[in-house]
Structure formats: C-alpha cells, structure tokens
C-alpha cells in the first residue's frame, strides 16, 4: 500500500511503501492520519535528515475509449489509473457517422449530388428522383406513365431543376 507523507510544515515529502514503518510512527505518535484516500500522514517532528525528493514524471496515454495515468519514478510506479471516456453506445455510434436507426437522419454529410424527390430534366422532361445507385452513378427516376418502367439514367445525363430541399438550382419553374 502506497502511503502519502507529509512533513510538520505540510510540504510534500517521497511516498513510502513501508507498512511496517508508517505503523511503527503512527504507533509511537510520531505522525498523525491526515487522509484515508490516498493514504496520507503527516510528521509531528522535524526530520533530522535533509529532505531529499526523488524526480517524478506524469505519464499519460490517450487512447479512443480509455485514458491511463501514471505517476512514477524510476523504480516505482506511485499511482495508476484508468479513464473510461465512451462507455454508452450512443456515444460510439455518433463517432463512427452511423445512423441511430431506421428512418431517423444520419450524422455524416451527404454523400451524392441527388437525393429522393429531387427533380429533374432527361430528353426534356422533368422527372421526380426516387433512388441513387452505384454510389452515386446512376439514378431512378420515378416514370411519368404508370405501366412504363422506372428508368435508370446516369447522373451525367440529367439536369438539376430542383432539389428536395426547397432551393432551385436554376431559374427554370415547376
């Protein structure tokens, strides 16, 4: 058990982990109790010896999910500890871009020019969007007749007239 120690006048001296020494200065009313976590005395004497202070480094690795701490000096490591920073699945989730679930927005930019019901001009006829493949490559328009077969244009072919999110990219009306 690592104990903190503290001289008469309250300056920080090294940490000890001799067990057997704090008990024999708590025994005989040498040191008082000052803190239970971490485990600090404090001298009631003045120390004879001059006070000699090892060099300590605070050492930190930050890491995705944890952060680990360490204070230690050459031969010993004084104290260590582990952060956890993402523990909830939401927090991952808004990390890594996904979607929180089906029909809800997602987090990360669009990725395609068109989106579902944008609208747009092909062989000089307008078109609603209804879907985006091939990343992006080709698109689906919605057809004006019921029995012909939705066609698959790629997005070079098209013009924008106007885009589902309520601003006309050209002066051309609806």
Known sequence: MLTCI?????TKLMPTTNIK???KLLNTNKADIVCHHPFTIQLNYNPTTEIRLQPVELSMDAGYQTIGISIKSKKHEFV???YELLNNE????IFRGQKVSKGRLQIRRTRYSYQPFDIVTYNNQKYKVIGIQ????YIKLHPND???KPPIVKTDKVKPLY????????????
């Open 90 to 93: 939401e927090n991952l989730r």
């Open 80 to 82: 260590s500890a582990e």
């Open 146 to 148: 019921k029995d012909i």
């Open 21 to 23: 020494k704090v008990r």
């Open 6 to 10: 503290l001289a008469n006048d309250g």
């Open 163 to 174: 885009y589902s999110g309520e601003w006309v990219w050209c002066s051309t009306e609806i």
């Open 134 to 137: 091939n990343n992006g490559n």
